[in-house]
């Protein structure tokens, strides 16, 4: 594994070490002051938990690869990094940014039959 492809396994584990960490936070802190905490975020919540536990895998496979010189090619660790891109961190974020998507509202509406409160509003 040439110099580079470790910093950039390294980095990229450390990077994705900080958004879990930063998920994690987020997660700590749902709810309004009041302690409530909407139907839907209570939904999520354990889906959103899993996802970032799986950041924290991916991290510490990268971060091994990267400080025990795995031999790792650029294609695949370019192919590794976009498939936890496209299998983690799109899915993450499609659920945090749902409620604000009149497409993702009506399907989560369909298929729950209930209507999406995500706490804003009055």
Avoid: H, N
């Avoid at 980095?11 to 302690?35: E, N």
């Avoid at 091994?64 to 294609?75: C, I, R, S, V």
């Amino acid at each position: 594994m040439t110099p580079t492809l470790r910093i950039a396994s390294v980095g990229w584990g450390l990077l994705t070490l900080f958004l879990a960490f930063t998920r994690f936070t987020s997660l700590s802190m749902l709810g309004f002051p009041d302690g409530y905490i909407t139907p839907y975020d209570t939904a999520t919540k354990s889906l959103q938990e899993v996802m970032a536990w799986l950041v924290v895998v991916q991290a510490t496979y990268f971060l091994f690869a990267g400080f025990l010189g795995k031999e790792l090619q650029p294609t695949r660790f370019v192919l590794q990094v976009l498939v936890v891109v496209v299998l983690v961190f799109v899915p993450m974020e499609v659920v945090e940014t749902c409620p604000t998507w009149d497409i993702c509202t009506g399907a989560y509406q369909a298929m729950t039959g209930e209507l999406m409160d995500d706490g804003s509003g009055g």
